[in-house]
């Protein structure tokens, strides 16, 4: 299907030469952004495997820490188990920060320390409980540290990727669009402008030709 003309151009010197500009500044924003895209997809890649081997690391993590805790029921009992659970301090606010990837806004998490009052600072009596319950504990610390850097990689490809997306349609709008829409009317006013010219031609000949019978 043909491109449609620009809306609103009037078939002039002028608007040709408007047109001319238009089309250099599109084709310069087109190249950009191509560029922009090819350097944001090497970008989400870099980050792509170190997402996919965080996300197997947390699936094992997690199967190990609960592997352990189900150890440390049999051990204690599953009520013993929840009531020191309860007694432990709950997560917590994370502080979260920002960096620029690309030009994209993608969130950073700082490295956690160990929270005071869990294995490390020992919420809980050690008298009447199993060592194993703070194996399964310090499992569980070391694995809010894995999700959150999982966390923090999938919002960068996640963001990257959205960016990608929305600088990919612009391309195509330029490339498919507004491009071809410019070039379409150039065309149809290069082709009236000739036409015109063709025409003026023929009049002042037509002209000519009078005024010579007339003269004659």
Request: proline share 5%; net charge positive.
């Amino acid at each position: 299907m043909s491109p449609s003309l620009a809306p609103g151009i009037r078939p002039t010197r002028i608007e040709l030469l408007k047109l001319k500009r238009q089309e250099v500044l599109a084709q310069k924003g087109h190249d950009l952004l191509e560029e922009k895209l090819d350097a944001m997809t090497i970008a989400y890649l870099s980050y792509r495997q170190p997402y996919l081997r965080q996300k197997e690391l947390v699936n094992k993590s997690l199967e190990n820490a609960l592997r352990t805790l189900g150890r440390a029921e049999m051990f204690m009992g599953l009520t013993s188990v929840e009531m020191i659970a309860h007694s432990i301090p709950g997560i917590p606010d994370i502080p979260m920060d920002t960096a620029k990837v690309m030009g994209v806004s993608v969130p950073r998490i700082p490295l956690q320390e160990k929270r005071p009052g869990t294995s490390s600072g020992l919420g809980y009596s050690i008298l009447g409980t199993s060592a194993v319950l703070d194996e399964a504990l310090e499992k569980f610390e070391n694995l809010l540290g894995e999700l959150l850097r999982l966390a923090e990689l999938e919002g960068t490809i996640t963001r990257i990727n959205r960016e990608m997306k929305r600088t990919r349609r612009r391309v195509n709008a330029l490339e498919k669009i507004y491009i071809p829409q410019i070039q379409a009317t150039h065309r149809y006013i290069e082709m009236h402008l000739e036409e015109r010219e063709r025409e003026d031609q023929f009049r002042r000949k037509r002209t000519k030709q009078l005024l010579k019978g007339e003269q004659g």
